[in-house]
């Protein structure tokens, strides 16, 4: 997969991908990503959430939603 390119974005590459992993892991809406990361101090509107997702979600989405394997139950 081609590597994405984060150039001309006014947030770090790591923010814009914690935003989308927010939105896309927890089923958060733009508004409560928005609330999530006014809480640790970066002021982001849900526009710009919404703008991010729609520009980079169909290249980081399977990363983005991959569960982490569960455990396998106890054998008998």
Known sequence: MAQLSYRRHRFPA???Q???WL??????SYREVEELLAK????VSYETVRRS??????A??????????????PCQ
């Open 60 to 73: 980081d989405r399977t990363q983005a939603t991959a569960r982490p394997p569960t455990p396998n139950p």
């Open 14 to 16: 790591e923010i814009i």
């Open 18 to 20: 914690h935003a989308i």
């Open 40 to 43: 640790r101090g970066l002021d």
């Open 23 to 28: 939105y896309l892991r927890f089923t958060l």
């Open 53 to 58: 997702v729609l520009e980079i979600r169909p």
